[in-house]
């Protein structure tokens, strides 16, 4: 990369009314190269008057939450609830490009500055709306908070203990994730040069979850998971006490498990060749488990993780969040960087997960002090924006319903789930993606297979599938006529085999000068780690997501949380990097190569907790459910078997709407719960009486009853809630389609929609191999004998 090389966003302004929900996502636009203003109202934002502070001492410039979320914007000050605050926020809307907003659903309408009258002023701006459960629907007007986000969307009853509270994610991972993603839809709104409104609805974004596809797998199986104390239900994947600490093993695989019965010297209750099938040995993980701790407790954990990558199977510690930042691996991608502030002073700041060849991402600045930034930001944007100009070869296109992606497409080299999710994201806005796989899918639904093939088809639906034989010579020069005609390359193997196949950037440059070739590696292309055997629970471990993700009343982690969220997250990333990549290519005509670490991936969801270590010296530890800024806080047993709502309370005023609506006025004078802070003091006594309520009313009684009264609350979803959800039926989230070879199956639909387009993504699925024909001749103008002569040689499968 030169020197000269700026942001793939460079000249994008943006305009940013977020808070804590959404705050992320300007963030991430602002290190991409974007103008982005924060606009705070007179008082500041209320994160300003959150903790921690730097050295715990409170001061607006102080706040650790303000800075996790703002560093890298400029500020203003506005009062949107006046006449001349609005006028400025009208005046400076005609020369922006985005503006982002996570206001209570149909408040800037109602003063004025929704989306229709934006857009009048400037028909090309793009607004993004993050809320909890999106901008329609019958619970539209539903009160949101973290944990709340984290129930409705159906993770949160999968994670914990049983017999205890279920527990939602550490460092607002809820609004992390969704910023993420209302960050991909103001890339895609952007593509094509057409306003937009973006809606991400938190809820969305939860249940799109690749990894587990709760919707899905009810639909096919009628199964409602529960929560069972191990860190996966399914293979084994624990955790392990060592010398020092606590490492986790991944093991699924056949050719694993057979090195690892190997390593734990080939006790004969594992010898048994069926026992790789996993369902096979799930009776004995009891067994399993003593005998693998019987060996972990004699080693140090960096020896034992050593030792056990030495023989290709996944391991890694239960890192805290210093312990991944000392990391040699971290060390060695520089993923923490320096940051100047005015207050704060000179301090490191975690970075973005992704590194490319040819623009680049940056943090230019320390999180904006009130109003620093008002006299030179009217200025400029008396001016059009530098985006416009930049970006005019790409087109200015009307509104049309033609997809957004329409005319990209994308070759995928998948495996797992993090390679079919990514192409998902773009197949879902129109992209056309190839899929080049190894060989046919060989499972047919017979018996107790239905929810694998059903699995199968809808992680590659929307997308074209050939089979090809990457080992066979003709096979390779197959593969790259189909780059030569492409325009971006995604793939997630391990760090080696793309270049085993001479498909690394540089040779695939050669194929097509232009392209965009993107790879999500388990710790990125480079570093001692690189080639390090991993899973998505295994760079849960890494990051420090297993760490905090916990009950603090249980000492051992790794039951908290029962998914491969970065699984979820890496692809969520890549798809950002890649819009950015096309947007340079687009301005420039340059490709590029993007280098994407899936473990940083999953620490840039703990921001906040990785910069309470970097400027206070001081390790985070595991929350639960406590919440510092909220009380009553947590998840609460109701009336039935393992029934839960959960409920966040912040403000007075909703604490004693909340007393009246339970039918508990005296709670409201009881000393002990006079104000947030005795609430918080006597937190323990406060949530005992909560729970002697909602103990006698099933959850949704309590959910409706309070959010009746504008309070935040929501039902702990199971499986079959999410089937049942009205609000996703009427919203068309969740959506029926057929399959032939396993029946009607429950899809959920696209994690963010674009309101202004009618392109909706298609419901065929197929099979790898199924496209052979299509894609070879119809492409590649290959004849029908010419691709049976192919398949006859294995070059084709």
């Not at 090309?124 to 459960?133: K, R, T």
């Not at 005015?342 to 002073?345: H, I, T, V």
């Not at 392209?515 to 993107?518: D, E, G, K, S």
């Given at each position: 990369?030169?020197?000269?090389?700026?942001?793939?966003?460079t000249?994008?302004?943006?305009?940013?009314?977020?808070?804590r929900?959404?705050?992320?996502?300007?963030?991430?636009?602002?290190?991409?190269?974007?103008?982005?203003?924060?606009?705070e109202?007179?008082?500041g934002?209320?994160?300003?008057r959150?903790?921690?502070?730097?050295?715990?001492?409170?001061h607006?410039?102080?706040?650790?939450?303000?800075?996790?979320?703002?560093?890298?914007?400029?500020g203003?000050v506005?009062?949107?609830?006046?006449?001349?605050?609005?006028?400025?926020?009208?005046?400076?809307?005609?020369?922006?490009?985005?503006i982002?907003?996570?206001?209570?659903?149909?408040?800037?309408?109602?003063i004025g500055?929704?989306?229709?009258?934006?857009?009048?002023?400037?028909p090309?701006?793009?607004?993004?709306?993050?809320?909890?459960?999106g901008?329609s629907?019958?619970y539209?007007?539903?009160?949101?908070?973290?944990i709340?986000?984290?129930?409705m969307g159906?993770?949160?009853?999968?994670?914990?203990?049983?017999?205890?509270?279920p527990?939602?994610?550490?460092?607002?991972?809820?609004y992390?994730?969704?910023?993420?993603?209302?960050?991909?839809?103001?890339?895609?709104?952007?593509?094509?040069?057409?306003?937009d409104?973006?809606?991400?609805?938190?809820?969305d974004?939860?249940?799109?979850?690749?990894?587990?596809?709760i919707?899905?797998?009810?639909?096919?199986?009628g199964?409602?998971?529960?929560?069972?104390?191990h860190?996966?239900?399914?293979?084994?994947?624990?955790?392990?006490k060592?010398?020092d600490?606590?490492?986790?093993i991944f093991?699924?695989?056949?050719?694993?498990?057979?090195r690892?019965?190997?390593?734990l010297?080939?006790?004969?209750?594992?010898i048994?060749?069926?026992?790789?099938?996993?369902?096979?040995?799930?009776?004995?993980?009891p067994?399993?488990?003593?005998l693998?701790?019987?060996?972990?407790?004699?080693?140090?954990?960096?020896?034992?993780?050593?030792?056990?990558q030495?023989?290709?199977?996944?391991a890694?510690?239960i890192?805290?969040?210093s312990?991944?930042?000392?990391?040699?691996?971290?060390?060695?991608?520089?993923?923490v960087?320096e940051?100047?502030h005015?207050?704060?002073?000179q301090?490191?700041f975690?970075?973005d997960?992704?590194?490319?060849?040819?623009?680049?991402?940056?943090?230019?600045?320390?999180?904006?002090?009130?109003?620093?930034?008002q006299?030179e930001?009217?200025?400029e944007?008396?001016r059009?924006?530098?985006?416009?100009?930049?970006?005019?070869?790409?087109g200015?296109?009307?509104?049309?319903?033609k997809?957004?992606?329409?005319?990209?497409?994308?070759?995928?080299?998948?495996?797992?789930?993090?390679?079919?999710?990514?192409?998902?994201?773009m197949?879902?806005?129109?992209?056309?993606?190839?899929?080049i796989?190894?060989?046919?899918?060989?499972r047919?639904p017979?018996?107790?297979?239905?929810?694998?093939?059903?699995?199968?088809?809808?992680?590659?639906?929307?997308?074209?599938?050939?089979?090809?034989?990457?080992?066979?010579?003709?096979?390779?020069?197959?593969?790259?006529?189909l780059?030569?005609?492409?325009?971006?390359?995604?793939?997630?193997?391990?760090?080696?085999?793309?270049?085993?196949?001479?498909?690394?950037?540089?040779?695939?440059?050669?194929?097509?000068?232009d392209?965009?070739?993107?790879s999500?590696q388990?710790?990125?292309q480079?570093g001692?780690r690189?080639?390090?055997?991993?899973?998505?629970?295994?760079?849960?471990?890494?990051?420090?997501?297993?760490?905090?993700?916990?009950?603090?009343e249980?000492?051992?982690?790794g039951?908290?949380c029962?998914?491969?969220?970065?699984?979820?997250?890496?692809?969520?990333?890549?798809?950002i990097?890649?819009?950015?990549?096309l947007?340079?290519r687009a301005?420039?005509?340059?490709g590029?190569?993007?280098?994407?670490?899936?473990?940083?991936?999953?620490a840039?969801?703990?921001?906040?907790?990785?910069?309470?270590?970097?400027?206070?010296?001081?390790e985070?530890?595991?929350?639960?459910?406590?919440?510092?800024?909220?009380?009553?806080?947590?998840?609460?047993r109701?009336?039935?078997?393992?029934?839960w709502?959960?409920?966040s309370?912040?403000t007075q005023?909703?604490?004693?709407?909340f007393?009246?609506a339970?039918?508990?006025?005296?709670?409201?004078?009881?000393?002990?719960f006079?104000?947030?802070a005795?609430?918080?003091?006597?937190?323990g006594?406060?949530?005992?009486?909560?729970?002697s309520?909602?103990v006698?009313?099933?959850?949704?009684?309590v959910m409706?009853?309070?959010?009746?009264?504008?309070?935040?609350?929501?039902?702990?979803q199971?499986?079959?809630?999410?089937?049942?959800?009205?609000?996703?039926?009427?919203?068309?989230?969740?959506?029926e389609?057929?399959?032939?070879?396993?029946?009607w199956?429950?899809?959920?639909?696209?994690?963010?929609?674009?309101?202004?387009?009618?392109?909706?993504?298609g419901?065929a699925a197929?099979?790898a191999?199924?496209?052979?024909?299509?894609?070879?001749?119809?492409?590649?103008?290959?004849?029908?004998?010419?691709?049976?002569?192919l398949?006859?040689?294995?070059v084709?499968?």
């Open positions: 990369m030169s020197a000269e090389a700026t942001g793939a966003l000249g994008l302004r943006v305009l940013d009314l977020t808070g929900k959404g705050g992320y996502c300007g963030l991430l636009l602002a290190n991409l190269g974007a103008e982005v203003i924060l606009v109202p007179p008082d934002d209320p994160m300003r959150q903790g921690p502070y730097m050295n715990d001492q409170p607006e410039d102080g706040s650790l939450s303000f800075a996790a979320y703002h560093t890298n914007k400029r203003i506005l009062d949107l609830e006046a006449d001349a605050g609005r006028a400025t926020l009208r005046a400076l809307i005609r020369n922006a490009n985005v982002i907003e996570d206001k209570p659903v149909g408040y800037l309408d109602r500055l929704g989306y229709g009258a934006l857009s009048a002023l400037n090309a701006l793009v607004m993004i709306s993050i809320s909890g459960f901008q629907g019958p539209r007007d539903f009160k949101i908070s973290s709340v986000a984290f129930a159906g993770l949160m009853n999968l994670c914990g203990h049983p017999g205890r509270a527990l939602m994610g550490p460092c607002d991972v809820a992390h994730l969704g910023s993420v993603h209302a960050a991909f839809g103001a890339l895609v709104a952007l593509f094509n040069r057409r306003g409104h973006v809606d991400v609805s938190l809820q974004v939860l249940v799109a979850d690749p990894f587990l596809r919707i899905t797998h009810y639909s096919v199986t199964e409602v998971p529960e929560r069972t104390g860190s996966q239900a399914t293979t084994v994947a624990e955790t392990y060592c010398k600490g606590y490492a986790r093991v699924n695989q056949p050719d694993h498990w057979r690892f019965v190997e390593w010297g080939n006790p004969p209750e594992l048994d060749p069926q026992l790789e099938t996993v369902p096979k040995r799930m009776h004995l993980r067994l399993i488990d003593r693998v701790e019987a060996r972990t407790v004699n080693y140090d954990t960096a020896a034992f993780i050593e030792e056990f030495s023989r290709r199977l996944a890694a510690p890192n805290s969040p312990a991944l930042l000392a990391d040699k691996q971290t060390q060695h991608r520089g993923y960087v940051v100047a005015a207050y704060l002073g301090h490191k975690p970075g997960p992704y590194k490319f060849s040819e623009s680049r991402w940056g943090i230019e600045r320390g999180a904006p002090r009130l109003g620093e930034h006299h930001v009217a200025q944007f008396s059009p924006a530098p985006w416009l100009d930049e970006c005019a070869g790409h200015s296109a009307p509104k049309t319903d997809p957004p992606f329409e005319g990209i497409r994308l070759i995928s080299f998948p495996t797992g789930i993090v390679g079919p999710a990514l192409a998902s994201l197949a879902d806005h129109g992209a056309e993606v190839i899929a796989e190894a060989g046919r899918t060989l047919s017979q018996r107790g297979q239905r929810w694998q093939v059903a699995s199968d088809l809808e992680s590659n639906h929307g997308k074209k599938r050939v089979a090809i034989n990457m080992k066979h010579p003709d096979g390779l020069e197959l593969a790259k006529k780059i030569a005609k492409s325009d971006v390359v995604a793939e997630n193997f391990s760090a080696r085999v793309m270049a085993s196949w001479g498909l690394d950037y540089p040779r695939m440059k050669e194929v097509k000068n392209v965009i070739m993107a999500l388990a710790f990125g480079t001692p690189r080639d390090f055997v991993s899973f998505g629970p295994i760079l849960m471990s890494f990051s420090g997501m297993t760490y905090l993700w916990r009950d603090p249980i000492e051992r982690p039951a908290g029962q998914t491969a969220f970065p699984d979820f997250i890496a692809p969520s990333f890549g798809a990097a890649i819009l950015a990549a947007h340079h301005r420039t005509g340059e590029q190569y993007i280098d994407i670490s899936q473990a940083e991936s999953a840039s969801m703990l921001g906040p907790a990785y910069l309470e270590y970097l400027i206070n010296g001081r985070p530890e595991p929350q639960g459910n406590f919440s510092a800024f909220a009380a009553p806080h947590g998840a609460y109701c009336k039935g078997d393992d029934r709502c959960a409920i309370i912040e005023e909703e604490w004693l709407r007393c009246a339970a039918g508990r006025k005296e709670w409201a004078s009881d000393a002990r006079a104000d947030p005795s609430r918080l003091s006597h937190r006594e406060l949530d005992a009486l909560v729970e309520w909602t006698e009313h099933t959850p949704h009684q409706v009853i309070l959010q009746r009264d504008g309070i935040a609350a929501g039902v702990v199971t499986a079959e809630d999410l089937y049942r959800d009205p609000h996703l039926r009427e919203r068309g989230f969740a959506r389609v057929f399959h032939p070879r396993v029946g199956v429950t899809r959920a639909g696209p994690s963010v929609r674009l309101t202004e387009q009618r392109f909706s993504p419901g197929r099979q191999g199924d496209d052979n024909e299509a894609v070879f001749g119809e492409l590649l103008g290959l004849s029908k004998t010419q691709i049976q002569e398949t006859e040689r294995d084709l499968r």
